[in-house]
């Protein structure tokens, strides 16, 4: 039942191994489950840096499990990575 009642978040690390400063834009296929903490949803990431994505999952009405994609796209919105997000909701 907690995820249930609260919002939980998460904080998913994220390395860049280019050597020049990179702006991602950040993309989900299920918004009503899944909310970006930058409502701009990009992602600025220093040359040969680590960064945080903060993500906010929302409640879910029953049990269920969900598997909810997160798209990493580049500066001209062509994907560089997919990350697949599995919740289960009690």
């Known amino acids: 039942m907690l995820l249930a009642i609260l919002t939980p978040q998460l904080k998913s690390p994220s390395l860049s191994s280019c ?5 991602f834009k950040l993309r989900t296929d299920k918004p009503s489950l899944l909310t970006l903490r930058d409502p701009r949803a ?22 269920c499990t969900q598997e909810i994609l997160l798209f990493v796209n580049d500066e ?6 997919c990350l697949c997000i599995s919740v289960t909701y009690y």
Do not use: G
């Not at 050597?19 to 702006?23: K, L």
């Not at 001209?76 to 990575?81: A, G, I």
């Open 19 to 23: 050597s020049i400063d990179r702006t």
């Open 42 to 63: 990009e992602l600025q990431v220093a040359a040969k840096a680590s960064q945080y994505i903060s993500l906010r999952f929302s409640a879910c009405q029953r049990a």
């Open 76 to 81: 001209d919105d062509k994907n560089e990575e």
